[in-house]
């Protein structure tokens, strides 16, 4: 399923969509819940979706909470409350609950979300021709540009990926990635995260004997290559070390690490990283 998905990016969306679709086929009979509540148990399915396809697909009085609402209830009610932070979406929700008509719901949340969208914009909200202007706290005391408050988002903080890409005859080692990481699923190769850009030839190496590998003596050295991804909250930057090896991984070693030698056609089959990918495109086997 990765395989199809690679490249787009979102990779917890797609196993997200995937178990969510098991779980309506099967705890749900193939009818998809149709209540706030029900979908909020949908995997991947938080208070925003839920709200979202209760009040559009089924009518049910339940506020929609975007950037646009949160920015059009701070400036119209006069909120302080930092809406990055978790603890201010309750007072919002509440808020929004209680404008809310139980016959138009779908209405209003397209509605207030469209008017965040054109009329009271981020940076130039259109205040002169503004149907709220008497009655909005933030025109009515100079507070446009001060709300919403919205603290900054943390800097997208930079790792180091140095990738060992073990090569014997025309195989390439590569492994699954794990849980709890970017790219869960998805295959790259033998990896040493470092704190820097640099990694001494020792530490390869050390990696390569801590893997079972030996060094082929017969290969002149290759460059490494230098790639960077970014992504929405960390910065990968990629070298990527060619190391040829004389005989092929010791099994045990590299089955410990996860590492499994395939062939051309193999990796190209298997669900990659973009930048996996890339670097493999520019690989002669
Ligand atoms: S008066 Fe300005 S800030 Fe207030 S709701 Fe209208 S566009 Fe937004």
């Known amino acids: 399923m990765l395989r199809h998905w690679q490249g787009l990016g979102y990779y917890s969306r797609a196993r997200n969509m995937h178990h969510t679709a098991q779980q309506v086929a099967g705890e749900y009979n193939g009818q998809f819940p149709s209540s706030y509540a ?3 148990k949908l995997r991947g399915v938080g208070q ?7 009040s559009f697909a089924y009518d049910e009085k339940v506020a929609v909470l975007d950037g646009n609402v949160f920015r059009v209830l701070a400036r119209v009610f006069g909120v302080t409350q930092d809406i990055a932070a978790p603890a201010s979406r309750k007072i919002f929700q509440q808020l929004a609950d209680t ?3 139980a016959d138009q719901p779908a209405e209003f949340n397209q509605a207030i979300m469209e008017f965040g969208a054109i009329q009271c914009t981020p940076a130039k909200p259109d205040c002169l021709f503004c149907p709220l202007q008497t009655e909005c706290y933030a025109f009515q ?3 446009v540009q001060e709300l919403p408050v919205k603290s900054k988002a943390k800097a997208a903080r930079t790792r180091y990926f140095h990738y060992l890409v073990l090569r014997h005859n025309d195989t390439v080692y590569m492994r699954k990635r794990g849980p709890k990481d970017i790219w869960e699923g998805l295959y790259d190769f033998a990896l040493q995260e470092t ?3 640099e990694l001494s030839v020792a530490s390869v190496v050390n990696a390569v004997e801590a893997v079972g590998g030996r060094l082929a003596t017969d290969r002149a050295e290759e460059p490494t290559t230098a790639m960077r991804h ?9 070298r990527f070390h060619p190391i040829w090896l004389s005989e092929p991984l010791d099994v045990k070693a590299a089955g410990a690490a996860g590492l499994v030698a395939y062939s051309a056609t193999d990796i190209e089959r298997l669900p990659k990283p973009v ?3 890339n670097f493999i495109s520019n690989l002669s086997f």
């Open 141 to 143: 005391h100079g507070m």
């Open 48 to 54: 925003y979706t839920a709200a979202a396809i209760a």
């Open 99 to 101: 404008l809310i008509p």
């Open 275 to 277: 930048i996996i990918t």
């Open 230 to 238: 970014i992504l929405s909250h960390q910065k990968v930057e990629a």
């Open 38 to 40: 029900e979908l909020l």
């Open 195 to 197: 704190g820097s850009a």
